[in-house]
């Protein structure tokens, strides 16, 4: 793990409460400076209340954070100043335009250089509407304005809750370009999503939370290591021989999935490297099963599920393949800004 | 500096900024036009006390009595539909995770509102002006009067505690709308405190004088000049000397400030 000394944000039990509900319940954060952080975690989990307080909206119970490298403490507002976020929904004044809301919320906190307000219009593509109002604009233009914003003040830390709302494909590539550049040039981003394909092509280390409380955090590549799934598909009469064959490989999941298309095949799943497909294969052809579709990946979403306590979707769990060479295949899976999940991996 | 400026470029944006003086300006033409009908066309008592109206130097008070009465409610909802927004916009929430001072960002929000007062005053005073002007004219009356010394001597003075009373009274909306964080609930709110002021003055004349409705109007009847001054309900109660309201008037100011900030300063910014 990074030394302490090169963390962009830390926080050390990190508590909030909203009345008798515990919203964090001791987060311990680390993040290392210069990388892309995913921030992970269920509806309700604490993402919003964590970066709330990372904003100074809200004061925490107890705990500390630090925002780079220096104690971030109520009333220590100007620690701000190298920090640039969008917490939940962009919001602006609807009857001003995008570029005098720009204007506007330039005056506010941190000085921002000349001109910097045409050049944030122009990386994120709204230059041609900048004298539109606000209340004309898509939601995903309100996103793009929300992204300019944060970016104001060339901050050092960038705080971004659910950044793909609202954008479509090409506006989800460019912002996941812009944010690389900024982590490339020593910026370090924080995203907060709940899209874990987004996540997936996004981010160089990942936090996942759960119930307040953040339950693995490390970098994405280390966390998949023990994610490998080997998928095949088999008729549901040789199930139970299948089953038999792959456990002597490696576990197998429980129950059997129905496929999509409604035949009488099942898909069983086995956890096991995706390097490892041909040895499942050929131990079902030496059962004298043919299996008629194999698939394999690692999947950030199986760990999701796992470490948090979820329910795999209905369209199963191999939405996003995480090996670095296969990202491609998620990016298009992410493209779709809805969450939904994409093809698995061959 | 550049968030006062900033601040103020906003509300000269602001459609509620033309709403006001327009609603102010419009129900004044339309009552100084009805004037010089009634003085035209009519006969009697009613076509006297029509044109009394539109004889200056007494036009002077029709025109001051209704900006600082009228224009009293409208700073309410003008302060409480400011302060409103920057809660249920998130408007707020965006200066504050910037590092910006909540509380040099309320008041200065809160000075760019007090400007804009001015402004939206001195707007319907000249445009009151030239419809009264206009009104006796087609009633055929003499409009002599409007260059009498004496009142043109006592105005500025007049309308610096008229415009003082008014912003006391933005400040009341701008309050009520912070610890309501909504413009809708604040509005509302401030229009319910308004005129629940104005009927309580039957029940409770004594300790509403004291109120900050009360001391508004008190604290610009000085009895010498025009007097100005509106609201409802004013005859039920025994108004407090000017200047005893006008310091009042003060510190109902200074008080809903202190509200303000104190409550932004410790609010927990969820919305």
Known sequence: MTSPGALALATRGLRKSYGSRLALDGLDLSVPSGVVYGFLGPNGAGKTTTMRLLTGLLHPDAGSIELLGRPFTRGDRKRLFDVGALVESPSFYPYLSGRQNLQALAADGAPVPRGRVEELLELVGLRERATDKVSGYSLGMKQRLGIAGALLSDPKLLLLDEPANGLDPAGIVAMRETLRRLAASGKTVFVSSHLLAEVQVLADVVGIIARGRLVREGSLDELLTDQGVVRVRVSSGDLAVARATLEAIAPVEGSAEAPPDGGADRWLMVHAEPSRAAEVNRALAGAGIYASGLESGTDLELLFLELTGGEPSSEGVMQGIGQPAQRDAAQAAASGASGEPGAPGA | ?271
């Open chain 2, 1 to 271: 500096m550049r968030v006062f400026v900033s601040g103020l470029r906003k509300l000269v944006g602001r459609p509620a900024s033309f709403v006001s003086v327009g609603l102010l300006v419009g129900l004044l033409g339309l009552i100084l036009i009805a004037a010089a009908t009634v003085g035209q066309n009519g006969s009697g008592r009613n076509a006297e006390n029509a044109k009394a109206l539109l004889t200056f130097p007494g036009a002077y008070d029709l025109i001051l009595s209704f900006m600082f009465g009228l224009g009293g409610l409208v700073a309410v909802i003008y302060g409480a539909a400011i302060a409103g927004s920057e809660w249920s916009w998130g408007t707020l929430k965006n200066a504050v995770a910037r590092g910006e001072s909540r509380a040099r960002y309320m008041l200065t929000t809160f000075a760019a509102i007090v400007v804009m007062l001015a402004v939206g005053l001195a707007i319907t005073f000249v445009a009151g002006l030239g419809l009264a002007l206009f009104s006796a004219t087609i009633a055929g009356i003499s409009t002599a009067g409007v260059s009498d010394a004496d009142t043109l001597q006592r105005l500025p003075a007049l309308a610096a505690r008229g415009w003082f009373a008014v912003v006391e009274q933005a400040s009341l909306g701008f309050a009520i709308a912070t610890l309501a964080r909504s413009q809708l609930a604040g509005i509302g709110a401030g229009i319910a405190f308004y005129f629940g002021e104005t009927f309580a003055r039957i029940f409770l004349p004594d300790i509403i004088k004291y109120m900050p409705f009360a001391v508004a109007q008190a604290s610009i009847n000085t009895g010498s000049g025009p007097a100005a001054g509106g609201g409802g309900g004013g005859g039920f109660i025994d108004p407090l000397p000017a200047d005893t309201a006008l310091v009042l008037v003060g510190v109902w100011l200074v008080g809903s400030l202190l509200v303000t900030v104190l409550f932004t300063e410790r609010a927990e910014i969820t919305g």
